[in-house]
């Protein structure tokens, strides 16, 4: 039983959290132009530019950890920039003004535009080995699944936990010709797979929500995505494990350089240390998670979610935007 006191919110995370939906709405709203354009360059500029316009105005102290700069070759949220006022608590902030730049592109489901946060010195910075290999569960999944074991073993357990048949199991993977043989092996398990262009930020929140279409979230993604999402996993109470995996020797020989350990199965508390994580997202297009922003006549619609590690809570916020003020 929880006291009074374990049970009262940090006070400065409950006024930010609003802050960062405003910068994340920012970048989606700023997308609207380019959804289903074909250009995702055009896209992901009109975001970063929108989200770091907004993120100047928060009172609070952050260092962005994981950025654009590192895979996108930006000039703005790159690893290492201050952002914020500078006044107020100091936190590690991950950024990805979209998560699914192609997928906004294409006009394709599940693209969102997100934040994380952590205390200080509490988010592990991965940038020099951009690939992870994650498993991804809801709560049910702690202290049952683990990634060194055979994903068959992992679904069959995992299915005994939530007392499911294993053939009614939905695994999401990424579809990349490297997961051939990891989805041959869910099949041949008896599950079913949801196959995802990109956006796997997306598609592990959902496998740990307790109400949602997928049971799990398996395969490799990107390093910067498996942080962002360990702070989402850690509002939901899931389970999350990662696992670097570095394309070649050279890059490699650039994570041990940067105190990474390779081989080593990362497991939440060492992706992100402590109990204080905030994450945010808006949706840029139609999702499980969230719906797209939507623009009709002189309004914009955004949906977002909060996550707050702390309260435990998963909270929406549906906003409409007047046209004129922002395109």
Known sequence: MQTADDMIPLRPDRNIALELVRATEAAAIRSVPFIGRGDKEAADGAAVDGMRAFLATVDFDGVVVIGEGEKDNAPMLYNGEHVGTGEGRAYDIAVDPIDGTSLTAAGRQNALSVIALSDRGTMLDASSVFYMDKLVTGPAGVGVVDIRLPIGENIRRLAKALDKPVDEMVVSVLNRPRHEKLIDEIREAGAGTRLMSDGDVAGGINAARHNARTDMCVGIGGSPEGIVTACAIKALGGHIQGR????????????????????????????????????????????????????????????????????????????????????
């Open 244 to 327: 670097l995996w570095p394309r070649d020797d050279d890059e490699r020989q650039k994570g041990i350089d940067a105190g990474l350990k390779m081989d080593h199965v990362y497991e939440a508390d060492e992706l992100v240390r402590g109990n204080n994580t905030l994450f945010v997202a808006t949706g840029v297009t139609d999702g499980q998670l969230v719906a797209g922003v939507r623009r009709s006549g002189d309004y914009v619609y955004t949906e977002s979610v909060v996550l707050r590690s702390h309260s435990g809570t998963l909270r929406r916020v549906s906003s409409e935007h007047l046209v004129s003020k922002w395109l």
